[in-house]
């Protein structure tokens, strides 16, 4: 089982990013999916979840309104459009795979996630 995050960069301020995780050998149809990010120093936080209809949402109140979570069951990956970065959006940036009932938004706790990306670092400069 393998999850590729991919898509981070050193960018101003103001724009917008978009991180894609693309999944190999774990049909991302079977789990519930989600974003966590974790900055220099401190602890991994969650970002957003998805349900694995693709249907429920939840995101952090740190990102709601700027950051969504996208799911594409058919092409294997959920992406995080994340939009007006700032410079506390910095960090390293993972996606994951937690097994969850079809229509239950998964959990914002790192420790219910059993498949993790290597993580891709995002840098919003000021």
């Known amino acids: 089982v393998q999850l590729q995050a991919s898509g981070g960069g050193l960018v101003q301020a103001g724009v917008s990013l978009r991180l894609s995780c693309a999944s190999s050998?774990?049909?991302?149809?079977?789990?519930?999916m989600a974003w966590f990010r974790q900055a220099p120093g401190k602890e991994r936080e969650f970002v957003a979840s998805?349900?694995?209809?693709?249907?429920?949402?939840v995101a952090a109140d740190s990102v709601k309104g700027r950051f969504t979570i996208v799911k594409d069951n058919s092409r294997n990956t959920v992406d995080l459009e994340m939009n007006r970065l700032n410079p506390e959006d910095t960090a390293v940036y993972y996606c994951?795979?937690?097994?969850?009932?079809?229509?239950?938004?998964?959990?914002?706790?790192?420790?219910?996630?059993?498949?993790w990306g290597q993580g891709t670092l995002v840098t919003v400069s000021s």
């Open positions: 994951a795979a937690t097994p969850s009932d079809w229509f239950e938004v998964p959990s914002q706790i790192p420790g219910k996630y059993d498949y």
């Open positions: 050998g774990l049909s991302i149809s079977d789990y519930g």
């Open positions: 998805i349900a694995r209809t693709g249907a429920g949402r």
